[in-house]
C-alpha cells in the first residue's frame, strides 16, 4: 500500500490483530478485563490509523485544513463512544469522555507538546500563530458560558433549572453556528500546502488513503460498541470510578491522535501544524462534538446536557483561562507546558476518589 515503511507496515498489522482480538472478546464472551483491554488497545490503534491517513490527505492542504481534518476524523472514536454509553444509560461515562477529551487535549497534550516544541527550539521557547490559541480560548469560553450559567441556576434552585433540556438544546445550536462561522472564515484563509511546508510529498495515494480512513472509521464505531460493553464490568473489577474512566482512559485512547500527531509535528519542528492540531481538536470538542450529541442525545436512551458536576464546571472555567494564559501571546516555555500537565494529573487524581 504506497511507500510505507516496514514499521508502519507492522503497526498497521498488529493493529488488524488487535480488533479482531477485542472482537473474538467480545463475541466469545471472554473475561471483562481482558476484553476492555483489548478494546481499549484497538481504539488507540485505530485512532492512531486515522491520523497516519488524514496526515497523508492533509499534506495535499494548509496547516490549518490538516488540523481540521485530523481533529474531525480523529474525533471518530469518542464521537462513538459517547453514541453508545448514553445508549446503554451510561451518562456519568459519556459526560467526562467529552469533558476528559477537552481537558486532555487543552492540558495534558498541548503541554507535552510544547514540552517537545520548547525542547527543540534553540533558545527553548515554543513560537506558533497566536490566531487559533486565541480563536480556540474564545469558542472554550462560549461552552463554560453556557456550563456555567447551568450551573449557578441549578444551585439557585431557580425556575430556569427546571429547564436544563431546552437551555441545552438552544446553546447546543447557537454553539453550532458559531463554530461553523468560525471554521469558514478558519480555513478560507488557509492557504499554504503543509507538505509544501515541511518539504514533503504524501505517500500513499488518494485511493489509499481513503481506503484506510473508511475502513479504520467502520473498525473505530464496532470497537466503540465493544469498549463500552466492557467499561462497567472491568472497572467495576479494577476498583475505578467511572468518573476516572470516562476523564482519563476513555480521554486519553480516544484521543490517541492528538497524542501522536501533535507530539510528533512538534518533535519535527512543526509548531503551527503541531498546535493546530491539537487546539483544532479543542475547539471541535468544546463548540462541535459537545453540542451535537447534546442534540443527537434527544433520540437516545439517556439525554445528554450542559449539566455537569460541579467540580468539572470549574475544571474547565480554569483549563480555559490556562489555556488563554499559556498560549495566548503564541510562545510557550517548557515549564508553562509542565504546568498544563500537572494540572491534569492532579484533576485525573481527583476522579480516583469521585
Not at 499534506?59 to 490549518?64: A, H, L, M, N, Y
Request: aromatic share 8%; charged share 10%; net charge neutral.
Amino acid at each position: 500500500m504506497g511507500a510505507l515503511s516496514a514499521r508502519e507496515r507492522a503497526a498497521l498489522g498488529a493493529i488488524a490483530l488487535a480488533t479482531a482480538l477485542a472482537g473474538v472478546a467480545n463475541y466469545g464472551s471472554w473475561a471483562a478485563v481482558p476484553r476492555f483491554a483489548l478494546a481499549t488497545i484497538a481504539l488507540a490503534g485505530l485512532a492512531w490509523v486515522v491520523s497516519f491517513a488524514t496526515e497523508q490527505l492533509g499534506e495535499r492542504f494548509g496547516p490549518g485544513v490538516t488540523g481540521m481534518l485530523q481533529s474531525t476524523l480523529g474525533n471518530l472514536p469518542e464521537l462513538f463512544v459517547v453514541i453508545f454509553a448514553l445508549q446503554k444509560g451510561q451518562l456519568v461515562v459519556a459526560q467526562t469522555a467529552i469533558v476528559g477529551s477537552m481537558l486532555a487535549n487543552a492540558m495534558l497534550v498541548l503541554g507535552l507538546v510544547i514540552v517537545v516544541g520548547a525542547r527543540r527550539s534553540s533558545d527553548g521557547v515554543m513560537r506558533f500563530s497566536k490566531r487559533l490559541p486565541r480563536d480556540t480560548t474564545t469558542l472554550l469560553l462560549l461552552t463554560v458560558f453556557i456550563i456555567v450559567l447551568l450551573a449557578l441556576s441549578l444551585g439557585a434552585h431557580d425556575p430556569a433549572s427546571h429547564h436544563v433540556k431546552t437551555i441545552s438544546a438552544v446553546g447546543a445550536v447557537c454553539l453550532l453556528l458559531v463554530y461553523v462561522a468560525w471554521a469558514f472564515d478558519y480555513l478560507r484563509k488557509d492557504t499554504a500546502p503543509a507538505a509544501a511546508e515541511a518539504g514533503e510529498r504524501p505517500r500513499l495515494p488518494l485511493a489509499s488513503t481513503l481506503a484506510l480512513l473508511g475502513g479504520a472509521g467502520v473498525a473505530a464505531a464496532f470497537v466503540s460498541d465493544w469498549f463500552i460493553a466492557a467499561l462497567e464490568p472491568a472497572i467495576s473489577q479494577l476498583g475505578l470510578s467511572q468518573a476516572f474512566a470516562g476523564l482519563v482512559i476513555v480521554a486519553i485512547a480516544g484521543n490517541a491522535v492528538e497524542n501522536t500527531a501533535g507530539l510528533v509535528l512538534a518533535w519535527k519542528g512543526q509548531a503551527d501544524l503541531a498546535i493546530s492540531v491539537v487546539k483544532n481538536s479543542v475547539a471541535q470538542i468544546a463548540a462541535f462534538l459537545f453540542p451535537a450529541l447534546v442534540l443527537i442525545s434527544f433520540a437516545l436512551a439517556t439525554t445528554l446536557t450542559f449539566s455537569l458536576a460541579p467540580v468539572y464546571t470549574g475544571a474547565l472555567g480554569l483549563s480555559a483561562l490556562a489555556l488563554w494564559q499559556v498560549s495566548g501571546d503564541g510562545r510557550a516555555a517548557e515549564f508553562e507546558g509542565w504546568a498544563l500537565v500537572s494540572m491534569y494529573v492532579i484533576l485525573a487524581t481527583l476522579t480516583l476518589y469521585e
